[in-house]
């Protein structure tokens, strides 16, 4: 039945062969939905995440958040995953794991701080992440539409379970905490700090898998090994000094509006290597992810603008005024004293 629904979709005849999916559409249509499930996941639990620190430092108010915002959201992210081809999700898992993995080692002792960052900005790559691995896990599968269908339905019920599990502690935690007659409340009061490492766990295990599953998913469209290395040794190149520089620029210029600067650098330079070693259809796809990315950091730019802040210091401090004693020197007597300015923060 799907394979002649396949054979409805647009063909050559109609559209270019580079404009068309590379795989089934229901197929496609139920990996973006699984990547788009996850990404919900993600974004939950880190609003989880935030509220339970603001509880323990009070700092600001919490935004409020539109349902259908978020249904908007999900149905483009979804769309976008699923017109993504196999070999751009792999090559933008790929840059971002070389990206997390330069950001942590150049993070220093804000190590955890970088983390929560780096969480916030692979929302569109861990999509990807989850899209290639179930492309290279089931492939050549007899059934392989059954098994996304299966995988599709777990994924919708764990997203509509941790959107539920956020409502219920926005709008009970306080009351549930307080009187302790609440399992799930107590239980994020007594062992809430155990979240974000165990979130960070099954985001490093998704983009193991999918490393790998990146790597075997490029090299299937090579004949020879000398093509592959062609393709790889600029890319490999290119994209490290790209990581670096960006990273540099971030510590310059920390801000939401750098994060989405590099959103247009790295991938405005992954559509320059493809216009050089790719095809059309990954030009296509590349610019599809612009779309991705930017529905997945405009929505959520409380969270990115919440990690951002623990980079660049205490919102609460910032909040009560930040005491900075200066050294100065008496013009004269030439005696250096020590006084203390005070910054007020407009409320």
């Known amino acids: 039945m799907f394979s002649f629904i396949a054979s409805l979709s647009p063909t050559s ?29 993600l974004c939950s639990l880190m609003r989880l995440h935030l509220f339970l620190e603001e509880e323990r430092t009070p700092s600001h108010q919490r935004r409020a958040h539109s349902g259908l915002v978020e249904k908007l959201q999900f149905l483009l992210v979804t769309g976008t ?6 070999r751009v999700a792999s090559l933008v898992v790929l840059e971002f794991c070389i990206r997390a993995v330069s950001g942590l080692a150049t993070a220093g002792p804000d190590s955890n701080k970088c983390v929560q960052q780096l969480l916030v900005q692979s929302q569109f790559s861990l999509g990807c992440a989850l899209s290639c691995s179930l492309h290279f896990l089931h492939e050549g599968a007899a059934q392989r539409w ?47 700090r155990r979240l974000m490492p165990a979130l ?3 985001v490093c295990i998704a983009f193991s898998v999918a490393a790998v599953a990146a790597v075997a998913v490029i090299n299937q469209h090579f004949l020879s090994a000398s093509e592959a290395l062609r393709f790889w040794t600029p890319l490999t190149i290119c994209y490290t000094l790209l990581v670096v520089y960006m990273q540099e620029e971030q510590h ?34 590349i610019l599809m992810c612009f779309l991705g ?28 005024g ?12 030439g005696a250096e004293y020590q006084c203390v300015r005070q910054a007020w923060v407009p409320g």
């Open 252 to 285: 310059r210029q920390p801000g939401g509006q750098a994060v989405l600067n590099t959103v247009v650098v790295r991938l405005g330079g992954l559509m320059v290597l493809m216009l050089t070693v790719g095809r059309w259809a990954d030009v296509l796809h």
């Open 13 to 41: 005849y109609f559209l270019p062969g580079w404009f068309t999916l590379d795989a089934n559409p229901v197929t496609s249509l139920l990996q973006g939905l699984i990547g788009a499930c996850g990404i919900s996941v």
């Open 146 to 192: 059954l098994c996304l269908l299966l995988a599709a339905a777990l994924s919708w019920f764990l997203a509509r379970q941790a959107t539920l599990l956020l409502r219920h502690v926005l709008s009970l935690y306080r009351l549930h905490s307080s009187q302790r007659y609440c399992g799930i409340c107590i239980s994020l009061l007594t062992a809430g």
């Open 81 to 86: 995953l699923a017109v993504v081809g196999s």
């Open 322 to 333: 930040l005491k900075t004693p200066s050294v100065r020197r008496d013009p004269g007597t």
């Open 293 to 320: 990315e930017a529905s997945c950091l405009i929505p959520t730019k409380d969270l990115l603008d919440a990690a951002l802040s623990q980079v660049s210091g205490s919102p609460l401090e910032a909040a009560r």
């Open 200 to 202: 960070c766990r099954a």
